[in-house]
């Protein structure tokens, strides 16, 4: 069993920055792909980035190419989402997700370990 547990959400200015965090516990990462995914309001949940633990390989939405970075500290299993330039589409609760899928899977199906979520809004 994995455990995901999101926080570094909050409100913030267009323009601006936020970190966001992802402890995950319950096993060893070899082979997971941990992703980020978010959900506006009455929108279905998108993906948004992803980092195979193993290779530190990485991918991301185009919306946010460029502007998010993901990466991981395996000493403390944690992976983060660097967010720069938030937009108010930006406007999301954000969730943590882990699972051995094939990477470049961008649906949130073949996720079955999901965090709380944190919720990030980005004021005009």
């Known amino acids: 069993q994995v455990q995901l547990v999101e926080s570094g959400g909050g409100l913030v200015q267009a323009g601006g920055s936020l970190r966001l965090s992802c402890a995950v516990s319950?096993?060893?990462?070899?082979?997971?792909?941990v992703a980020w995914f978010r959900q506006a309001s009455g929108n279905e949940r998108e993906f948004v980035a992803a980092?195979?633990?193993?290779?530190?390989?990485?991918d991301y939405a185009d919306a946010v190419k460029g502007r998010f970075t993901i990466s991981r500290d395996n000493t403390k299993n944690t992976v983060y989402l660097q967010m720069n330039s938030l937009t108010p589409e930006d406007t999301a609760a954000y969730y943590c997700?882990?699972?051995?899928?094939?990477?470049?899977?961008?649906?949130?199906?073949?996720?079955?370990?999901w965090g709380q979520g944190t919720q990030v809004t980005v004021s005009p």
């Open positions: 319950g096993r060893t990462l070899s082979g997971y792909t």
């Open positions: 980092i195979r633990w193993s290779n530190i390989r990485t």
């Open positions: 997700a882990a699972d051995v899928v094939p990477f470049g899977a961008t649906k949130s199906g073949p996720y079955d370990y």
